[in-house]
Structure formats: C-alpha cells, structure tokens
C-alpha cells in the first residue's frame, strides 16, 4: 500500500481529458441546437490545469464533440491571481503558472462566438483517505476496491470519487456527502461494472478523493443520474452561466493505492 499526498496533476491531466447560480439544462430530444461544453478543473496540487472546450451534436448523430477553438478563456481567484490560458491543441486551454490553493473561490471566464460564459467554484479543504482495501463483490466473484476516510466536522462536505487502474480512469460518477454521516468514517466501495476493469492480481489501483464544493456535486450527482454528458435528454445541473453546459471545479486532492492481490 502506498499513500500519495503530493500528486503528479500534469500526468493525471492527460488521462482526464474529456467541474455562481445553478440551472437545469433543458434539450429537445431530436434536433436539440449545439451548445457549447465546458469542462475544467483546478486542484490544490500543481499544474497545469486544463479546461476542455466543445460542443454538442444532435442525438441522432455520433456522439463525438467538436472541439471550440480560438476561445478566450481565463481562470482568476479571489486573491488578486488570475491567467489567460493558452490552447495548445483543438478545444484544451492549459495553464502555465496558476497555483490551486485550498479556501481561495476561482472564476473561469470563457469569452466564445461572442457570448461570455462564467463560473465560480470555492475549493475546500483537504480530506486525507485512511486506507485502502480490496474485498468480494456482492455476489462473490470479482474484487472491488474499497477506501475509508474522516469526515470533518462541523461542515459540510462533498466529495468526488475517481479510480485508476494501471493509469487508466475508470468511467463512471462517483460522488458521495456526509449527510448521514457527519464527522465520522466514511467507506465508499466502487462497484464493478461492464463499463470498469475488472480487477487482476498484479493491477496498480488508485484512488483519488477530491474535496468538492456543492454546486459541482450536484453537477456530478445528476450527470450519474441521467448517464452523462449528451445532447440526448440527461440533465445535468451546471455551474456555468448562459446555458453552458459542464462544469467547473475547484476541489483539493488527495490520493491512495494499492496493487491487488
């Protein structure tokens, strides 16, 4: 077992390539008119940060997004930083320079086709993940990993989630509150499914716990809900203005691993 306190962001970026007032997204199920995705992220640990600009298809075409070009997009705290991102591929805007920092609220700003899109996102403090396991599935024959972390208490928290294995991200939206469970030990177990690795003696897994604010869970709780990011009807409730749809997410990071047995 091995914990990672500091994280390697820049390489994890590359895998995670694809989370102010809260509204619902509307979408006509046939001909819905492209809207502009946004999705971007700042972590407490260093950059570059990443933030993917696209736009959606219509539900009876492929679901493959067009990437946005020629956007200008800026990411600012409430300390006094801000930076213009640069685009070093079609529709990724990375930062250079930006430190995440636990307490501080970012704003992404995205100027596209002449309509600007905004977003707040408050990063809350670090939880730590206390260990790590694997154990049976319900029905007894596949491995599922299994981490135990402490809630803080006296506040509210949200948390999101992420599995690797052997580098890979596995799909999914794994969120989950300390609602029932103020200031005690949470264990959250990943369920296996068609669309996750199944786990083989010898995979490197790990986990990442991101400490999010409750504007992004319900970004990542509803896109769970609904099946994600489309132009089909799945309505995921953003925190971005002028009917963008995505998310922006300023979350501190903590990660574990394991390698099965």
């Not at 997004?65 to 213009?84: F, K, L, M």
């Not at 596949?142 to 506040?155: A, H, L, Q, R």
């Not at 469970?181 to 986990?207: C, H, P, R, W």
């Not at 963008?244 to 574990?256: D, E, K, M, P």
Request: glycine letters at 8%; hydrophobic letters at 35%.
């Amino acid at each position: 077992m091995k914990y990672n306190i500091t994280i390697a962001i820049t390489f994890f970026v590359l895998i995670i390539v694809f989370s102010s007032c809260q509204k619902v997204i509307n979408l006509d199920l046939n001909s819905a008119s492209p809207q502009i995705v946004i999705e971007g992220n700042v972590y407490d640990q260093s950059g570059p940060y990443l933030v993917k600009i696209s736009q959606t298809v219509n539900f009876d075409e492929s679901n493959v997004y067009s990437p946005v070009t020629g956007a200008i997009v800026e990411i600012s705290d409430n300390d006094g930083n801000s930076e213009i991102l640069t685009e070093p591929s079609s529709g990724s805007y990375i930062t250079s320079a930006l430190q995440g920092v636990s307490g501080r609220t970012y704003t992404l700003t995205v100027i596209s086709k002449g309509k600007t899109y905004t977003a707040s996102s408050t990063m809350p403090n670090p939880v730590n993940i206390d260990s790590i396991y694997l154990e049976k599935n319900m029905f007894g024959n596949e491995k599922i990993v299994s981490v135990n972390f402490t809630d803080p208490v006296n506040i509210s928290n949200y948390y999101h989630l992420i599995e690797f294995i052997n580098n890979g991200r596995q799909t999914g939206f794994n969120v989950t509150d300390d609602n029932l469970n103020q200031g005690e030990i949470i264990s959250y177990s990943f369920m296996s499914a068609g669309n996750v690795s199944k786990l083989e003696t010898g995979d490197n897994v790990t986990v990442w716990l991101e400490s999010i604010d409750e504007n992004v869970y319900e970004y990542f709780r509803t896109a769970g809900r609904d099946g994600g990011q489309s132009s089909s009807p799945s309505n995921p409730t953003s925190n971005i203005s002028n009917g963008a749809l995505g998310y922006f997410n300023a979350c501190s990071v903590r990660t574990i691993s394991i390698i099965a047995q």
